[in-house]
């Protein structure tokens, strides 16, 4: 009798032994942070860094829980800053007219490099300077950045802005755009460049790093609220570590990189994705000594033009703009 109610007892011990362990399988580590991060647009190859650390785990390796997020209605820097997330992409002209209007927001890396957007148009429409910009229909978004600088590359080359014929086409798609009725519009050359040159089609690009050096600005940068970073300053710190470390491996192994945002984001074109992530692994660093630093000389540059051009009521000031302190 004693011996049978013991192999009672032991069977109901190993029982709760293998409930127990198979319930702190389940039960979600609460010793991880949890950051989301608000994209600026659908996800594309600018953001395969941080797929790349959720697929590797280079997030949880620094206990991060992170949740990529695509944009709302309301943009990354505002929700940012009205603590509506923890980390968000952005660009300098975003950061720098937020930082005008005295929102708290500041870039934490850049993303890529230098500055891979200009205006394209198909060979046959004879664009080859911004002075060919004149008689010619340019297709934006209605910005008043895009005048800004359509005007001081025009200006540049002795030509009359008054002779654009603006047309607002939002956010449609380019290449239906040329077939209709624009010559020429402002692309970022590592996505649309790029399946350009996918489809064969024989493009004009006009560099704007080429043409101002006040335009060689950084775009995309990741942001975040300054009172993140007043408060949590060891989590930007391993967020970054583990961004990093994404965009690392999307720049030694981009194939492979390329397929991780892919097995993330099927909805992508997998040609595209692949042709435009080689392209942008040797502009994610590029010249820098290391992925993400900026430069207080950028910050400043694009600050005063944006204030000559009448974008932002003053300059600001960049050392609050910015910073590099939490790259690793």
Not at 195 to 215: S, T, V, Y
Not at 222 to 250: C, D, H, M, N, R
């Amino acid at each position: 009798m004693k011996k049978h109610l013991s192999l009672i007892i032991i069977t109901l011990l190993c029982l709760f032994l293998v409930v127990g362990c198979n319930d702190s399988q389940t039960m979600p580590d609460e010793s991880q942070d949890k950051v989301s991060i608000i994209l600026d647009w659908v996800p594309n190859t600018n953001h395969t860094g941080l797929y790349v650390a959720q697929n590797q785990e280079f997030f949880a390796d620094e206990g991060i829980e992170a949740e990529i997020l695509n944009p709302g209605e309301a943009g990354a820097a505002q929700l940012i800053a009205a603590g509506q997330g923890d980390f968000g992409i952005s660009y300098q002209e975003e950061v720098t007219i937020a930082r005008s209007q005295g929102i708290p927001i500041v870039a934490i890396a850049a993303v890529i490099q230098h500055n891979t957007s200009g205006f394209a148009s198909p060979a046959d429409r004879n664009i080859q300077t911004p002075a060919d910009f004149e008689n010619k229909t340019y297709g934006g978004w209605g910005s008043p950045a895009e005048t800004a600088v359509l005007k001081a590359l025009m200006a540049k080359h002795q030509a009359e802005f008054d002779k654009i014929n603006l047309v607002n086409i939002g956010d449609a798609d380019f290449f239906v755009s040329l077939e209709k009725d624009i010559d020429f519009a402002w692309i970022y050359y590592g996505w649309t460049g790029i399946e350009a040159e996918l489809k064969k089609m024989d493009l004009n690009f006009i560099k704007l790093r080429d043409e101002h050096e006040a335009l060689d600005f950084y775009t995309p940068v990741i942001i975040a609220s300054e009172q993140t970073i007043a408060e949590k300053p060891e989590l930007v710190k391993k967020f970054l570590k583990a961004v990093t470390k994404g965009y690392s491996f999307a720049i030694e192994q981009p194939d492979e990189a390329a397929r991780i945002l892919f097995s993330q984001v099927p909805e992508l074109d997998q040609d595209l994705v692949t042709a435009s992530q080689n392209y942008l692994a040797k502009e994610y660093q590029a010249d820098a000594p290391r992925w993400g630093e900026m430069k207080p000389e950028i910050w400043k540059k694009y600050s005063d033009f944006m204030y000559d051009n009448g974008l932002i009521e003053q300059p600001i000031e960049v050392e609050k703009a910015f910073t590099n302190y939490f790259l690793p």
